[in-house]
């Protein structure tokens, strides 16, 4: 079935979302998943990656409605850099700048995949870097708790930080 305007305002499966700027955000809630559904896409993830944590195991929404939607709805990927701009974020040019409520845009090529918030950043002295834990809904499987390259393999890997920091 073709949805016209799928995620418009006038979709009964969207919910009133606006940029700072006031203007609409497209959007969808995703279909319910039975428990046991969300159960078993959790196992899968923990046995490829096994330090990864559950946060909750929901199916409304996705990773950019997790950050940018309040856990309400979904938002195409495809939105983000309208989001970035009239939400007032800039870009961070080293995980050095990254602070617990930042942002991460995962790619692969010249195209965003995915996105999560920052939940922590610790020193890691002895490769010189930061050991950072991120927040994210994966698709439409829940949301998990992991490190910063520890996402699935079609997310490709990280692209960018942004922060609403002044």
């Not at 919910?15 to 078993?40: D, S, V």
């Not at 700048?97 to 020193?123: F, M, Q």
Request: proline share 5%.
């Amino acid at each position: 079935m073709l949805i016209i305007d799928a995620g418009g305002a006038k979709d009964r499966a969207s919910i009133p979302l606006a940029t700072k700027r006031g203007n609409f955000i497209p959007n969808e809630r995703g279909l319910y998943r039975p428990p046991e559904a969300l159960e078993e896409a959790a196992k899968i993830w923990q046995d490829k990656y096994p330090n990864i944590r559950v946060r909750s195991l929901t199916s409304e929404y996705n990773c950019v409605g997790m950050v940018f939607g309040c856990r309400r709805t979904a938002i195409d990927i495809e939105h983000i850099g309208l989001i970035l701009k009239e939400d007032s974020y800039r870009r961070l040019y080293s995980e050095g700048e990254v602070l617990p409520g930042d942002v991460v845009l995962y790619g692969n090529g010249d195209r965003y995949t995915h996105i999560g918030t920052i939940l922590s950043k610790e020193p890691d002295v002895k490769n010189a870097s930061f050991k950072i834990t991120v927040l994210s809904q994966w698709g439409f499987d829940g949301e998990y708790i992991h490190l910063l390259d520890e996402v699935p393999d079609n997310y490709g890997n990280v692209k960018e930080f942004w922060t609403e920091r002044s």
